[in-house]
């Protein structure tokens, strides 16, 4: 097959959406499959598999920013890329964002009128989306255009749901579970002396909820002296607030460590105890639990939905009422506490995880791609009799 992935975010931003059309433009290649990935772009990208569609610019998005490009001359550089690549299947990744997405939408059947289009929703946001909200009886004119479609999660299918009605196929993005487990990971020399050590992973956003974390931790550590709380995540303003917080309050052992490499991230993984995550809401998967299920370490995440469709609770990890600092107190408290609690649901974290294999995703994909491409035939040969019995009847 000829595949197109369109991303609407920066392709040199890091963020979750760019991440997975990178793994799956290499599942696809490895598969003998030609992928070619559409997406704006602050800079020029050395990759002959990328096409950039676009200049970014900053935009705010659920309580976080999306660089995307709003340049809506975009589209006679979209027909031409398409009209010379004729894919067979063009699969757009958050399909009704501005404008990319919009674009390939509007000329990939021109381009080729047997081209399959999939759109794939990653996103919730738990108070609604303002932009579907608004824009519904204008978006429904390119939803039209999906032959498929796809949400991440159970949750993330339900949200786009309530604006554009319709079936859903779930197929949860993909994770490198051996970039994880492999035995060659050393853990980080700094921190493997003996405590216990709490992971964090993630932006210092407020909705990602790292300041209950931090009290909570407080009253973790108050209770058992032995515990370390390391926040892993890219340098900003609030990170910097947080850390001036803590000198000033004095509050031991929090270790604040900027942007490792993806390289390195699996060491800080190997080198805890125990995962947390904290979120106040707009999570439609969880990805970060995933990447720790994979490196198997017990998982305590805030009861969200988009957590609660990856986790359930007592077996492969915890689940802790949002913004409780003092439920999620005891909780950690329980774990730190208790070795033989942290193996069982590690255990049962890493067999879970397994769902989330890329070859296991890749196949899932593809098998989707493949019925939409029969379903498309056979309506292609339905219409062709159906014109040939007009012709005989005049």
Not at 15 to 40: C, I, K, M, S, Y
Not at 75 to 93: I, Q, T
């Amino acid at each position: 097959m000829k595949i197109a992935l369109v991303s609407p975010y920066d392709w040199l931003t890091p963020g979750g959406v760019n991440a997975h059309l990178g793994q799956l433009t290499r599942e696809f290649t490895a598969r003998d499959h030609e992928v070619r990935v559409l997406a704006p772009a602050n800079d020029r990208v050395d990759d002959p598999l990328v096409r950039v569609m676009g200049r970014p610019i900053s935009v705010p998005a659920s309580g976080s920013t999306a660089r995307i490009s709003l340049n809506p001359a975009l589209g006679r550089s979209v027909k031409r890329f398409l009209e010379e690549e004729r894919f067979d299947v063009v699969h757009v990744h958050e399909p009704l964002m501005p404008v990319l997405p919009i674009h390939v939408l509007r000329h990939s059947k021109s381009a080729n009128d047997r081209v399959i289009n999939v759109g794939t929703f990653h996103a919730t946001k738990d108070g609604g989306n303002r932009l579907y909200g608004y824009g519904r009886r204008l978006l429904k004119r390119w939803f039209r255009e999906l032959d498929g479609k796809i949400a991440v999660s159970p949750p993330a299918a339900r949200y786009v749901g309530k604006y554009f009605p319709g079936f859903y196929n779930v197929v949860p993005n993909g994770l490198d579970i051996e970039r994880f487990d492999s035995p060659h990971l050393e853990p980080i020399p700094e921190f493997d002396d003996g405590l216990i050590n709490i992971l964090y992973v993630g932006r210092a956003e407020k909705r990602k909820g790292l300041a209950y974390l931090i009290r909570a931790f407080g009253v973790v550590n108050a209770r058992d002296p032995n515990t370390r709380l390391i926040i892993v995540g890219p340098d900003s303003r609030t990170r910097r607030r947080y850390e001036a917080s803590i000198r000033q309050s004095g509050q031991r052992n929090v270790h604040f460590v900027v942007g490792p490499s993806n390289e390195e991230l699996p060491r800080y993984h190997r080198t805890a105890d125990i995962f947390c995550t904290p979120a106040l809401g707009h999570e439609s998967q969880g990805y970060v639990i995933l990447e720790a299920m994979a490196a198997g370490i017990p998982v305590v995440a805030s009861n969200i939905e988009g957590y609660a469709s990856v986790v359930t609770h007592g077996v492969d990890g915890l689940l802790v009422r949002p913004k409780d600092t003092l439920g999620l107190a005891d909780t950690l408290t329980e774990l730190v506490r208790n070795e033989a609690k942290r193996r069982s649901l590690a255990a049962a974290g890493r067999i879970r995880v397994e769902d989330y294999s890329w070859p296991r995703v890749t196949q899932q994909v593809l098998s989707y791609y493949e019925r939409l491409l029969d379903q498309h035939q056979t309506w292609e040969q339905a219409r062709a009799r159906a014109r040939l019995r007009r012709l005989m009847r005049a």
